[in-house]
């Protein structure tokens, strides 16, 4: 497929387990794009409080906690490293201690506040394939793609459960399951940037669709895009 050489910016959002990521680190590969995959800043986060023994209800101390974490991004080819307070936390941020919290985080309106110049920032060169809740609605509205990735629940739990279980993680499918309808239910009815698709994002279901077949639909929405 010949795509044009104009960079873009394309906004992936979605409920947690759809494969965002997935689809977001294939087509920055695919494009030659950088991926930002923004719940690694909340997760980051997540982990300072964790580390520091800061309970995640106290806004308070949250976000003192959010604006004293040296939070980076290091991009390497096309992965992108989570480095907190100079340490690579790219695979802690995924334990289930994190992923049990970070909701809590991400709802906080200051938290919020702070990371949104820090993800806007990143798109001042284009050429981004930025993946979380908000990137088409509050981040990137202007985003030249915006995709909404959606799967059964059943799906999304199974996915999660062997991505557990790869790294040597126990977990039941019930659990996972509880885990991520917990998620949906906080990220979707919080009152800052609850996730909700943008009127003019495309929803792709990802439940039926192999790896390469959702790479290859986004990668037909891009040239469309950009011819
Ligand atoms: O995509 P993820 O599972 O790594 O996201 C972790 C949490 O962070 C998730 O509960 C929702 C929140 N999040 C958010 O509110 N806004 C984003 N742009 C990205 C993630």
Do not use: W
């Amino acid at each position: 497929m010949t795509i044009s050489s104009k960079k873009i910016i394309i906004a992936i959002d979605g409920f947690s387990g759809c494969g965002k990521s997935t689809l977001a680190k294939d087509l920055s590969a695919a494009l030659h794009y950088t991926h930002i995959d923004t719940g690694a800043l909340y997760r980051a986060i997540t982990l300072h409080c964790i580390q520091h023994n800061i309970n995640v209800a106290d806004i308070h101390s949250v976000m003192a906690a959010t604006t004293s974490a040296d939070i980076k991004l290091k991009v390497e080819g096309h992965t992108t490293k989570t480095i907190l307070n100079g340490e690579d936390v790219t695979d802690r941020i995924k334990n289930p201690d994190v992923a049990a919290k970070v909701s809590e985080v991400a709802k906080i309106s200051s938290v919020r506040a702070h990371l949104k110049a820090l993800q806007q920032s990143f798109g001042e060169q284009k050429g981004i394939v930025m993946d979380g809740r908000d990137i088409g609605t509050v981040i990137f509205p202007q985003a030249e793609l915006k995709l909404f990735i959606i799967a059964d629940i059943e799906e999304r739990s199974r996915r999660r459960l062997l991505e557990m279980e790869e790294k040597g993680v126990s977990y039941t499918i019930e659990e996972v399951k509880a885990n991520l309808l917990k998620r949906d239910h906080i990220d979707s009815s919080r009152e800052v940037a609850p996730l909700k698709r943008a009127d003019d994002a495309i929803i792709i279901d990802t439940t039926y669709l192999s790896r390469q077949d959702q790479l290859e639909k986004a990668l037909s929405l891009v040239k469309e895009v950009k011819n």
